[in-house]
Structure formats: structure tokens, C-alpha cells
């Protein structure tokens, strides 16, 4: 098997949904799909390292999901605090609607 040297990107670049959790309707849609319900204090865990994690509010989190072609959410996703998202995503000039 050989790699290649060159940096690759597909032509069709992976779209994401982005929605900040903040009502009980919120919180039921993750749970429903996820199969991830937060604790009766409302809190999930959020991994930290490998074999740690910490509990943190579920409201306030941005849930991020990953859409295929047809815009629909395809599995791959991630719950993310404010500061992690600012860390990893940045928005776009004039993509607001």
C-alpha cells in the first residue's frame, strides 16, 4: 500500500447541523436519538481523556451532527461545551439566513 503526499479534501466537504440545547424538547429530541438521557439533575458526561469524564449541564451544550446527502443526520455527532465549539468550528461571513 503506498500513501499519497499531497493533502486531499472531498469535493462535497461533510455538513453539519449545529443545535444549542436549550429546551425540554431539546433535550428530548438528543435522548430520543442518541439513546443518551441526562441525569435527574439534567447533567450528561462528557469524556475528558480515555478513560475519564466530567458531568456538565446538557442544556447549553451544542450538539453538532453530521448530515449525509440527504440532510439527515447519518450517526456521527458530538456534544460539545461553548468553548469547544468556538475552538473547532467558525462561521461563515453571510451564511446567517
Not at 499531497?6 to 455538513?15: I, K
Not at 435522548?31 to 450528561?44: I, L, T
Not at 447549553?60 to 475552538?87: A, C, H, K, V
Amino acid at each position: 500500500m503506498s500513501e499519497l503526499t499531497n493533502t486531499h479534501v472531498r469535493r462535497e466537504p461533510t455538513q453539519h447541523r449545529i443545535t444549542v440545547m436549550e429546551t425540554p424538547e431539546d433535550q428530548h429530541y438528543y435522548g430520543r436519538n442518541y439513546d443518551n438521557y441526562p441525569d435527574q439533575d439534567g447533567n450528561v458526561e462528557l469524556p475528558t481523556g480515555e478513560y475519564t469524564s466530567v458531568k456538565v449541564p446538557l442544556m447549553g451544550l451544542y450538539l453538532i451532527e453530521e448530515l449525509n446527502s440527504d440532510g439527515r443526520p447519518s450517526g456521527p455527532f458530538d456534544l460539545l461545551t461553548f468553548e469547544q465549539f468556538r475552538e473547532q468550528f467558525e462561521e461563515l461571513v453571510g451564511s446567517g439566513q
